[in-house]
């Protein structure tokens, strides 16, 4: 990609022969110390990686250095970490020429640097990028898809991920006119903005320069006081109306039948005030955006039961969140101004006919049919995206998911009468259950510290009494 064999640290150090670290020379093949460090660093980088999948951890400074030495004295280092190198280089804003020139491919170079640009806390500017664009002479492939990636993201209602993306983009179209730009961002500012037509010069009353100037100057004001207002009632309007977990289904109050816990195929009436109630599992992308915003805790693992880059991968954005505790789902919930749905709440979501007072036995009906639910006799093994089986799975009160899928948390203790508590009720089943787990009426007590692949949550609001 980048012909440029020298590393921009701010030390000027320069890649001469086999050089391995900080004014470590290995000048031959027959030097085993050289041999050894690199070894050295390439185990540390392995570690590095396991660290970023794991934790999102970003390697230190130091070892990004160590590695690219390595490569450019020829050290062989996996696709893996060549990667995460270039995510360390954008980082720290050093390096950034080297690591690029050893990652081959264009759109996992362009993933990564769009993760930077568009991170919640410490994003990558735009003339970075930019000024990578012009030195490399191969930046053709991986600007287009970069650009493509951002156009994904200007599509999403994703706060400030969109935002930014539309920072990005509209500054390297911007800057596509300058000398040396990249040759993708100046076909498309090229496409973006045609040239002017001309027209027939009319005769017209001449009016004085002074004049226009002053016209010219109150109407570009006025046009900048209505876009600043347009602007901030826009984004009034998206912070009201935004909610990471998506549509709720609304459950007016009164008295509902339900399971009785501690007696099969016996139902109790219960009273409840009005909720709201997520229609669909919290999913990945929305836990996510819990987490770049300091409102939640990594999960215990990244990996579903077949899918080791579950969590991480951005095609599993909108499949359920698992993997977390008890209270890692009360967390989110609470960062989303809600709170986990009580036992006899999430039945009445799942089981109660409003019309019929009554419950049924599974969300659909009394009678199981495995291609309304996603659990074992799917032989999926694992998660599918929420609402795969909506509407012929839903509830009656529209709500998808609440047989198979992933079981879910609630806020009801599992054993109230011991103190403290003992685990909580879980309820819905999972891919893993046959139709006697996937029923309204069953439930299964966890150890609130316990977190599983096959568990995940949604979550529920009080709403407010009318006057």
Known sequence: MISSTRMEWETGEE???EVIGRGQHAPG?????????AAAVTRRLALAVDAWWQRGEVPPLGLVRDALLALEAGHVVEEAGRTLLLR???FY???????LHHLNDPERAASVMRDMLLHPTRPLSPAQIFDLARQDDESAEWMAALDELLREEMAQPLEPRRTLAHATTEYLHKNSSANGKPPTWASLAAQ?????VKSARKRRTRVPAATRRAIANLFGLLALALLVLSLAFFWLDLQQSFDPTGEMISIPSGIYRISEPELDFTDRRVELGSFSMDRTEVTNGAYRLCFEADGCTWPARTASTIRPDYFLNPALESFPMVNVTHAQAALFCRWAGKRLPLEEEWETAAASALTLQRAFRYPWGDNFESIRVNGAATAVGDTLLVGTYSPGGDSPSKAADMAGN?????????SPSEQPAIGYVTKGGSFQNGGDGLATNQRVVVDGEDSHPWLGFRCAVTNPVDE
Not at 29 to 37: D, F, I, M, S
Not at 93 to 99: H, L, N, W
Not at 192 to 196: D, G, S
């Open 15 to 17: 890649i001469d022969g």
């Open 29 to 37: 093949p027959a030097n085993l110390n050289g041999r050894e460090r």
């Open 88 to 90: 360390g280089a954008l």
């Open 93 to 99: 804003g050093k390096g950034m020429r080297t690591a």
């Open 192 to 196: 973006t903005a045609p040239a002017p």
């Open 406 to 414: 992933v079981a879910e948390w609630t806020a009801t203790p599992g």
